[in-house]
């Protein structure tokens, strides 16, 4: 499967933005998908994983309450909306997908920068 994300941007502080991640392929809604963030010089961190059926969703603490991770197999896209975001939520955002039997991601996005100003 191929991940092509968008909708970064820049906005200040206390803004939202919403993230989306269009999937090639017909087996999108077999994967598990995830949004992943990179900030400089930091290690790459997990941000929200949502299930095949987007029943189920995990947000790491650092964002729970604020982001939120949604799907819609029939676009073969997963969103994330991002809701009151601080100056630290600044990173590249990727998205993934990985087998639900699977903790690793096998496929990867390009990258969609976010920068949240003060």
């Known amino acids: 499967v191929q991940l092509q994300a968008s909708g970064g941007g820049s906005v200040q502080a206390g803004g939202s933005l919403r993230l989306s991640c269009a999937a090639s392929?017909?087996?999108?809604?077999?994967?598990?998908m995830g949004w992943f963030r990179q900030a400089p010089g930091k290690e790459r961190e997990f941000v929200a994983d949502v299930t095949t059926s987007g029943g189920i969703t995990y947000s790491a603490v650092s964002v729970k309450g604020r982001f939120t991770i949604s799907r819609d197999n029939a676009k073969n896209t997963v969103y994330l909306q991002m809701n009151s975001l601080k100056p630290e939520d600044t990173a590249v955002y990727y998205c993934a997908a990985r087998l639900p039997v699977s903790v690793e991601y096998n496929f990867w996005g390009q990258g969609t920068q976010v920068t949240v100003s003060s």
């Open positions: 392929g017909r087996t999108f809604s077999t994967y598990s």
